[in-house]
């Protein structure tokens, strides 16, 4: 029997969720991108860097993955890195949704119709798969 590691094959690195709900700040109504690794961690409840932003005009939302970074109060916990997002609820139409780090990039397309539910065109490559 071999002591050597096995290491898990990950089809991507980060599962990006969109979704509408309430901004648990504002508690009004928005849409909110959850972002988590694959790659699970054994010590801590890692926080993953992300800029939301959008262009109204040109109705596109661009969500940017930054680094990893421990959270102010390390708790032991094990687990995926995971981080939310939120932007006030878009009016209805199709979105442009792009997630990109460093030169790497995903892109596709979410409607939000008029009672303000959100469906998402699926989409996956090896830096990411988006999903509803």
């Not at 199709?94 to 989409?123: C, M, P, Q, W």
């Amino acid at each position: 029997m071999s002591d050597e590691r096995i290491e898990p094959s990950i089809d991507h690195e980060y599962i990006v969720e969109i979704a509408t709900g309430i901004d648990n700040d504002t508690r009004k109504p928005a849409v909110i991108v959850r972002v988590s690794t694959t790659r699970e961690f054994t010590s801590f409840a890692y926080d993953i860097s992300l800029e939301l932003s959008v262009d109204h005009s040109a109705k596109s939302v661009h969500l940017e993955v930054g680094g990893l970074s421990i959270p102010s109060v390390m708790m032991p916990a094990k687990g995926g890195a995971v981080s939310e997002r939120s932007i006030e609820l878009l009016p209805s139409g199709t979105y442009h949704f792009t997630v990109a780090k460093k030169n790497r990039s995903l892109e596709t397309s979410f409607v939000i119709s008029k009672d303000g539910a959100l469906t998402v065109k699926s989409a996956s490559n090896s830096f990411a798969h988006i999903r509803a």
